[in-house]
């Protein structure tokens, strides 16, 4: 039942109105007259759907006036109500009125008009209170958009201690400020450095270089599929188990043997793990000689540049990947290493990195690109091997998280 609130100056419309709030009555409304003092009140405690104005010209254009200043009530329907022969008052309507009509008007005319006007009153009601719900939304949006992100920062913190603490180069050709790539470990034959992008937050990519008591130096990267949450918190589950196990298992397939089994009991949600583990020892027959053991598990094929013969090959000793199958055996290889030798491990992420055309940088364009690094004597190859990949993608947004290990023998 609509309630419409008829406001009358005193001693001038009454007779006028009360035919209409009689008709209104009839069909259903409850009407009610009140005086023009203290009507802004009267409206806000008793939230008609419309309010009837007879008044005087100036006295209906200070109410609407009044009534459009008050949030709630800015689009109150407010109807002018004058005698037939009074013409439409241009200045009540300017100042906020939503119609104008004569006391006479034929009966279905004038309930349309008036249900009209409370329509559109009721639907900007709606609206507005739609908005409101919105902007709550959207601010509770925001501010929880807000505290993810703050979790997503500090949880990409943690991820980053993942990675293997670095040491300053201490050869100016090799120190530089702006360098990606990070030294882990050197001596006087080897030295190793890595890099890693991550293309959100959290990645799903790792490497990491370990030394061990008798001498030997372990190398592991890897990369479980997708990326984000689960991928970084898989990365986490590699590098506890890895740890726990490396001491335990010294090769490289029986280290992946056992990694894959423990994995497998703890992922359960899809994912799987690409990785390689290599060691470079010394030679127990010639201690003054390096020997690389490794063994991979589904990872990329490592390229090594043998400097002696001045070739580049693939290092092809691979399995599953982890958390696949359980109880999958990987063997491990050896090759001998020289002086001048470099060892290049990397994610799929760099080659599978596509331009604005959508073309793949690929491995062929890799090993181009890695054996003309090298025979330049760039000291900064994994830098520069980055700087070639941003300028193949023209600015097209990371697809993938990328990691590069370089592990480089002294000439």
């Not at 293309?199 to 061990?212: N, P, R």
């Not at 390689?276 to 003054?288: F, H, M, S, T």
């Not at 080659?351 to 793949?360: A, D, K, V, Y």
């Not at 830098?383 to 993608?393: E, G, K, N």
Request: proline share 6%; charged share 25%; glycine share 6%.
């Amino acid at each position: 039942m609509y309630r419409i609130l008829c406001v009358e100056a005193e001693g001038r419309a009454n007779a006028m109105l009360e035919g209409l709030r009689e008709t209104l009555k009839k069909h259903g409304y409850q009407a009610k007259s009140l005086p023009p003092e203290n009507v802004v009140e009267h409206i806000r405690e008793m939230s008609p759907d419309a309010v009837l104005l007879s008044m005087a010209v100036d006295e209906c254009v200070q109410l609407c006036r009044k009534l459009r200043e008050e949030p709630q009530l800015e689009h109150l329907p407010v109807i002018l109500v004058q005698p037939e022969d009074t013409p439409a008052c241009v200045q009540e309507l300017d100042c906020g009125a939503s119609d104008f009509m004569a006391a006479s008007l034929p009966e279905a005319e004038l309930l349309a008009r008036l249900q009209a006007s409370i329509r559109t009153w009721a639907e900007l009601r709606k609206a507005e209170e739609l908005n409101r719900q919105l902007t709550k939304t959207n601010q509770e949006l925001f501010e929880r958009n807000r505290q993810i992100e703050k979790e997503l920062y500090v949880a990409r913190q943690l991820q980053q201690s993942l990675l293997p603490p670095f040491i300053q180069e201490d050869d100016p050709a090799l120190y530089s400020p702006l360098a990606l790539s990070k030294c882990h470990y050197r001596d006087e034959k080897v030295r190793i450095t890595g890099l890693y992008v991550p293309c959100d937050a959290l990645g799903g990519d790792l490497y990491d270089v370990l030394q061990f008591s008798n001498g030997a130096i372990g190398v592991t990267i890897a990369d479980v599929s997708g990326h984000g949450v689960p991928a970084g918190f898989i990365t986490a589950i590699f590098k506890s188990s890895f740890y726990r196990l490396t001491h335990n298992h010294p090769a490289p397939g029986e280290l992946l043997f056992h990694l894959n089994n423990e994995m497998s009991d703890i992922v359960k949600t899809g994912e799987y793990v690409t990785a390689l583990y290599g060691l470079v020892q010394p030679d127990e027959a010639e201690p003054g000689r390096l020997n690389f053991l490794y063994s991979g598990a589904g990872h990329p094929y490592p390229l090594y540049y043998n400097a002696a013969a001045r070739r580049l090959e693939r290092l092809q000793e691979n399995g599953t990947p982890l958390v696949w199958f359980k109880d999958m055996e990987y063997h491990t290889a050896r090759i001998p290493l020289s002086p001048g030798d470099k060892i290049l491990l990397f994610t799929d992420g760099v080659t599978e990195m596509r331009n604005g055309q959508g073309r793949l940088f690929g491995e062929e364009v890799l090993e181009q690109k890695f054996q003309e690094l090298v025979a330049s004597g760039e000291p900064h190859l994994l830098d520069m091997l980055v700087q070639h990949l941003s300028d193949f993608t023209e600015g097209h947004p990371l697809e993938d998280d990328l990691s590069l290990v370089l592990i480089e023998l002294a000439s």
